[in-house]
T-cell receptor, first 111, second 115 residues
Framework: RKEVEQDPGPFNVPEGATVAFNCTYS??????FFWYRQDCRKEPKLLMS???SGNEDGRFTAQLNRASQYISLLIRDSKLSDSATYLC????????????FGTGTKLQVIP | NAGVTQTPKFQVLKTGQSMTLQCAQD?????MYWYRQDPGMGLRLIYY???????DKGEVPNGYNVSRLNKREFSLRLESAAPSQTSVYFC??????????????FGEGSRLTVL
């Protein structure tokens, strides 16, 4: 089983739609969780951290479910500019170099 | 506002040739990393440097060496390139210290093809 698993997609959604991605992780001792965004042929950039209580940044909402070992990202009112690959990132509890990236979920927002 | 700068952006090598990927950051970050990204594999850590003067192996270090030249610069060397090293390489830095993990800032990537 992969340490961090994501549905590769692509998710093709119309503008204005709401879309949700899930990411599962295998290590129950994982400490920190993040969503990164990667545009085609570009570098990854931090989208948002994921906190135990859930957090929201504008149209984006991230949630953590420790019992089921998954994190989610919800995007409301999708824009064309949201088209990208979304990477789930999990940090283990020991040391700060052990960061595992998921393979990413591709989102294509259609006009 | 450079952030993390990698060179070269593109390189084609023949099997057995050597090369060095250069990385520099101007954010005064403590930690620097080299990742490779392959289709269907996600980003994988090759080597990292928690602070100036230290380097450690990551998940896939075989075939690579690194040098943390100073706080700003972290280079990755392929001594004898193999086709399996064809990949996109990303350098990253973070303000991590004392075990607290900080946001990773990535360079634009270096696309390497080994024939």
């Amino acid at each position: 089983r992969k340490e961090v698993e994501q549905d590769p997609g692509p998710f093709n959604v119309p503008e204005g739609a709401t879309v949700a991605f899930n990411c599962t992780y295998s290590n129950s001792a994982s400490q920190s969780f993040f969503w990164y965004r990667q545009d085609c042929r570009k570098e990854p950039k931090l989208l948002m951290s994921v906190y135990s209580s859930g957090n929201e940044d504008g149209r984006f909402t991230a949630q953590l479910n420790r019992a089921s070992q998954y994190i989610s990202l919800l995007i409301r009112d999708s824009k064309l500019s949201d088209s990208a690959t979304y990477l789930c990132v999990v940090k283990e509890s020991w040391g700060y170099q052990k960061v595992t990236f998921g393979t990413g979920t591709k989102l294509q927002v259609i006009p | 506002n450079a952030g993390v700068t990698q060179t070269p952006k593109f390189q084609v090598l023949k099997t057995g040739q050597s090369m060095t990927l250069q990385c520099a950051q101007d954010m005064n970050h403590n930690s620097m990393y080299w990742y490779r990204q392959d289709p269907g594999m996600g980003l994988r850590l090759i080597y990292y440097s928690a602070s100036e003067g230290t380097t450690d192996k990551g998940e896939v270090p075989n075939g690579y060496n690194v040098s943390r030249l100073n706080k700003r610069e972290f280079s990755l060397r392929l001594e004898s390139a193999a086709p399996s090293q064809t990949s996109v390489y990303f350098c990253a830095s973070s303000l991590s210290s004392g075990g607290v993990f900080g946001e990773l800032f990535f360079g634009e990537g270096s696309r390497l093809t080994v024939l």
